[in-house]
């Protein structure tokens, strides 16, 4: 441990860039990631396009170990109301493998209604931190796929479980469950074409 100086420890920091991953893509955050000594960061969801823009930043910056600001995040996309996925945007996302994209839609939804299976049970119970847990993962996978309404749907219901107060909780699982039959019908409808 006494073998590497400060030096050392500084150049292995050069080399190797840390990139800090959070849920939020305001300025206050990113700032307070490179306060704490990050060299960059990226929000979440996480999109293929910009990890592979910020992995080949940080690839060509080994040339320039001071590093530059982190390139500013695109945009979410905008949900369509009409459909409860940007298909097209999630394939790109997936370097256009439809059977692959397929797959991992299919397993969400099934994942999905296990977890809301586990949320009715938990809201019975009382159980906020069950309901908000559950939630998070699954507005997660949701806004990974573009799936906004969806993920929008299962954010309310997070904060419903977060904040202890479960009054409205039944509600938001009942639009959650909708919203997530409306993806279910609609990847069958393409899987069928």
Request: glycine share 6%; proline share 3%; hydrophobic share 40%.
């Amino acid at each position: 441990q006494e073998q590497f100086s400060h030096g050392t420890a500084d150049a292995i920091h050069q080399k190797i860039p840390i990139v800090a991953m959070t849920a939020h893509a305001m300025k206050s955050a990113r700032d307070r990631c490179f306060a704490v000594g990050m060299n960059d960061h990226i929000a979440k969801p996480l999109k293929r396009e910009n990890l592979i823009s910020l992995i080949d930043k940080w690839l060509l910056s080994e040339k320039n170990p001071g590093g530059i600001p982190a390139p500013a995040l695109s945009s979410e996309a905008t949900s369509n109301d009409e459909v409860p996925i940007d298909f097209e945007s999630a394939l790109e996302e997936f370097e256009g493998d439809h059977e692959f994209l397929m797959e991992v839609v299919e397993g969400f939804i099934e994942k999905a209604n296990e977890q809301i299976h586990i949320i009715r049970q938990a809201i019975s119970e009382g159980n906020g931190e069950v309901v908000g847990r559950e939630a998070h993962s699954i507005k997660g996978g949701a806004a990974n796929l573009i799936a906004n309404r969806l993920s929008s749907i299962a954010f309310d219901l997070e904060k419903i479980g977060k904040s202890g107060n479960l009054e409205s909780s039944q509600d938001t699982l009942v639009n959650l469950e909708e919203e997530l039959k409306h993806l279910e019908i609609y990847i069958l409808k393409i899987a069928n074409t």
